[in-house]
């Protein structure tokens, strides 16, 4: 359920979720009872879907602000509603999967999901992960709308803030959200080394130390996409975007 209060000059504000549509894809009742339950209590509204035709049906008619999307379904699975869904609409995607497997994660990642969690899992991170990618869109549209100037080039690579567009050997190459804002944050001090808890509080504003390996299949999914010898791993540290020599 909504819930509003009401300001000092009367007008009414909305908690932080509040009016912002989740839908979630899961086909044990347990969990998709339990995620709809704390998503609810942190203000969202929510529908459910239990398997893959159901949730592209959903998506069409309802327009959510983001997918809770496991990948093992019935029908078709979750990779496949991600690609259905992300050619009708982009949309962010939390994928969910119960297994630990970085290809699955890197595939997800492919079709277009911003994030991902590995089950177990506990609902009060899923919930964080939710208002972050959800900020994360809010930050894109507010900086499309306000747009840096200029274009940032560094050797064959160029990155675009104001139409949040990359090109390299003056190609464009499709990012996610998530890949995009990772790239930049990269790009901002090239060739010094970040901290997976640095890139992790900067691009996902999580502070939690346990979510590092979503930094380093995110790296890995944007090397497959500019060049891996772009982003150069320090082991122990973190990574760094590597630039011509001058």
């Keep these: 359920m909504e819930q509003t209060h009401s300001s000092h000059n009367g007008a009414a504000t909305t908690t932080p979720g509040a009016q912002r549509r989740v839908l979630v894809v899961e086909d044990d009742p347990t969990i998709v009872d339990a995620i709809a339950a704390r998503l609810r209590a942190e203000g969202f509204q929510v529908q459910t879907a239990g398997d893959g035709p159901a949730a592209v049906d959903t998506a069409e008619a309802w327009q959510p602000d983001l997918l809770v999307l496991d990948v093992m379904l019935p029908g078709f699975d ?3 509603v991600c690609r259905r869904v992300q050619a009708r609409r982009p949309v962010p995607v939390l994928m969910l999967t119960a297994r630990d497997d970085e290809t699955d994660m ?3 990642l492919g079709v277009g999901a911003d994030d991902y969690m590995t ?3 506990s609902m009060r991170e899923l919930a964080a992960r939710v208002h972050v990618l959800l900020r994360r869109v809010e930050r894109a549209a507010l900086a499309a709308h306000t747009p840096r100037s200029g274009i940032l080039r560094l050797g064959e690579l160029e990155i675009d803030h104001a139409q949040r567009r990359v090109r ?3 190609t464009d190459v499709h990012l996610t959200p998530t890949e995009f804002d990772l790239l930049v944050c990269l790009a901002n001090t090239p060739r010094a080394v970040l901290s997976r808890e640095q890139l992790l509080a900067e691009v996902w504003d999580w502070a939690d130390a346990s979510g ?8 890995k999914a944007l090397r497959r996409k500019i060049g891996a010898e772009r982003i150069r791993t320090v082991h122990g540290v973190g990574y760094a975007l ?3 020599a001058a």
């Design 242 to 244: 590597e630039t011509p």
């Design 119 to 121: 089950k177990p899992f």
């Design 168 to 170: 390299v050997r003056n």
């Design 212 to 219: 590092t390996r979503t930094v380093d299949s995110h790296i």
């Design 106 to 108: 890197l595939v997800g």
């Design 78 to 80: 979750g990779l496949e």
